[in-house]
């Protein structure tokens, strides 16, 4: 498999995390995410866990091949909190990621830059605490032929090893796999040799 078709990502949420300075308690959450709603969602179900503190800072990153991704400081100095909690997500390289901070304050400033460390480490501590692991970039065909043809196509299937996603056995067959981005061309190329075969990228 080309390294091209792996990235990493969280299989569930993260334990949440304490980190402390001076004081100020800094509470270190990450959470698998595919969307801004639900980042959303994530965001105000801690802030009703956590109503009483005083910052809830976070960063998001979305997409493999298209990444968007998001800082948010939440009252702090500019930069001194979403910018090193993403930093962190870059640093392990995940996406679909939302890391979020909760300060509750301790009574002594800790400065921009002791904010910045603090954070940062929230972030790194809540990260190494995570479960992250590898997936596959994959790509989807849908396969369309008459019952009669079935072997035939299981045939190769079989032989190229290739995922079924979804099937629907019909009189009027539809099959869906799914295909490693490196490998999509190549295997899409063999079925349309196929004469019987009717291909939709999906």
């Known amino acids: 498999m080309s390294d091209l078709d792996l990235y990493k990502t969280l299989d569930k949420p993260s334990e949440v995390t304490l980190f402390k300075e001076k004081g100020s308690k800094f509470f270190g959450y990450v959470f698998p995410v595919s969307s801004e709603d639900e980042v959303k969602e994530i965001i105000a179900q801690i802030k009703k866990e ?43 390289d995940v996406t679909n990621v939302l890391v979020v901070v909760v300060r509750y304050f301790g009574g002594v400033k800790l400065g921009v830059g002791g ?28 396969l369309v032929f008459a019952y009669q043809f079935m072997n035939n196509v299981m045939r190769v299937i079989k032989q ?15 099959i869906i796999i799914a295909v490693k981005k490196s490998e999509f061309e190549a295997v899409k190329k063999h079925f349309e040799k196929l004469h019987f075969l009717t291909l939709k990228n999906v």
Do not use: M
């Open 50 to 92: 956590h109503h009483s503190a005083r910052h809830w800072c976070y960063a998001w990153k979305i997409g493999v091949e298209t990444v968007r991704f998001r800082v948010n400081d939440d009252g702090e100095p500019s930069n001194s909190a979403g910018q090193p909690i993403y930093g962190q997500i870059l640093s392990f």
């Open 115 to 142: 904010l910045i460390r603090a954070y940062k480490t929230s972030a790194q501590l809540s990260l190494e605490n995570s479960s992250i692991v590898e997936k596959t970039i994959e790509e989807k065909l849908k």
């Open 160 to 174: 190229k090893r290739i995922l079924i996603d979804s099937q629907n056995l019909t009189s009027n067959c539809e």
